[in-house]
């Protein structure tokens, strides 16, 4: 029984990254002695176990034969005679198909490292067709690793093109397509996923709203980049960088234009109550991925408010406070702070204007401050009943609006 390194922790040893979650692949070894050996089984699909002391993930190396359709749509072959080689054959790209031993000797049968040097993101064999999953893995690794120059080898984004035309991609299981689309957005350049989606065609099969905004114009004077398409891609790079590694604020700020894509053509580039028209949308996006409900409640909020906050320096205390009770603000206060840093990103999503000043988000922050340090228990409501309570509470906290300094002046 022999134990390698694979993976991600070799490949971003050599990339001089931070080491992640350590994986190990057994060969030689079965279930049995596994168990035996004081391992942990966890496996559902293939046999996996857990180190007994550091707890760390060491899978009996595999061979997968294609069987059915999608992600799960394989038959499996965990056997002692299975070699490394033929393990790493089975990976998706080239640089994670590299194993290290435990003198800490490189296993690279498939040419990872060069491929790494070269900042080439390629595809092991045919076999990475079979399954759709990892076109999202694709996108998601350039969402991480375009900054430091990668892009998809030629050959592997036309293998990506043709799964998309074979209708692969329509199997993926939609939690799954979720759950990589958030890892994306919290990645340094969400922009490179949506974009390597795009150049493949898959962007139309599993985020067809925002496919959608490709193409559509807006006012130039707003949006220089013009495109309600690029800006989307900029605005989910502006949330990452100021939220980092928060796929909520991404989500929002990926979804707050959907209602462009929807504006008659006779109407362009204007896109008037966009705000409102994209709520539809953006509610069967969420319910066809399953996103969870706090996403699609703060996505739903940022969609219809941006606007609202984009002109914070027009509205009346009144509305400030109304705005905070429909975001359910005073209940759930986390809500305005993501609603602000959304907007923000937005805002900074625009080409020239990445490092613009936005004085909205802190009025608002202040506004919302203002107005939740206002307990009933503080007022005197002696003799009032129910609505008059409210009503005595609602007028306190806008005149705490009105005091708060977080009004921007005109």
Wanted: glycine share 8%; hydrophobic share 45%; with cysteine.
């Amino acid at each position: 029984m022999k134990a390698y390194l694979v993976g991600g922790a070799v490949r971003d040893a050599l990339l001089g990254l931070a080491p992640g979650d350590r994986d190990f692949v057994v060969v030689g070894s079965t279930p049995e002695a596994m168990t035996a050996a004081g391992f942990t089984p966890v496996g559902r699909d293939f046999p996996v176990f857990l180190h007994p002391r550091t707890r760390e993930e060491y899978a009996l190396a595999r061979c997968e034969r294609k069987s059915g359709r999608g992600y799960r749509g394989f038959t499996v072959l965990a056997t002692p005679d299975v070699t490394l080689e033929q393990d790493l054959a089975r990976r998706d790209f080239t640089i994670n198909a590299m194993a290290q031993d435990a003198d800490g000797a490189l296993v690279d049968p498939l040419g990872g490292r060069a491929d790494l040097e070269a900042r080439v993101l390629r595809h092991v064999s045919p076999a990475f067709s079979e399954d759709p999953v990892r076109i999202l893995r694709a996108a998601r690794f350039m969402a991480r690793w375009a900054h430091l120059g990668f892009r998809v080898a030629p050959e592997t984004l036309a293998l990506m093109r043709a799964m998309v035309q074979e209708g692969e991609v329509d199997h993926l299981v939609p939690e799954r397509v979720f759950q990589e689309l958030s890892r994306a957005l919290a990645e340094p350049s969400p922009s490179s996923f949506l974009r390597t989606l795009r150049a493949c065609g898959a962007l139309a099969r599993v985020l067809p709203g925002v496919d959608a905004l490709y193409g559509v114009p807006q006012h130039a004077g707003h949006h220089p980049e013009v495109d309600c398409g690029v800006h989307t891609e900029m605005a989910c790079d502006a949330a990452a960088r100021l939220a980092p590694g928060d796929p909520l604020i991404g989500f929002c700020a990926l979804t707050h234009d959907l209602g462009k894509a929807r504006t008659p053509s006779r109407l362009l580039p204007a896109h008037h109550a966009h705000e409102n028209s994209g709520l539809a949308p953006l509610q069967a996006l969420c319910e066809r991925l399953k996103v969870p409900s706090e996403h699609a409640a703060l996505a739903s909020i940022v969609c219809r408010e941006h606007l609202n906050v984009h002109r914070f320096a027009e509205l009346k205390p009144t509305t400030i406070h109304d705005l905070i009770t429909r975001c359910d603000g005073f209940r759930k206060p986390e809500r305005i702070a993501r609603l602000a840093l959304a907007c923000e990103a937005d805002k900074r999503g625009r080409r020239g204007r990445e490092h613009e000043p936005y004085p909205a988000r802190a009025a608002l922050l202040a506004a919302h401050a203002a107005a939740l340090a206002v307990k009933p228990r503080d007022l005197d409501l002696r003799g009032l009943r129910g609505e008059a309570i409210a009503a005595a509470v609602r007028r306190a906290r806008i005149a705490a609006i009105a005091g708060s300094g977080g009004m921007i002046p005109p």
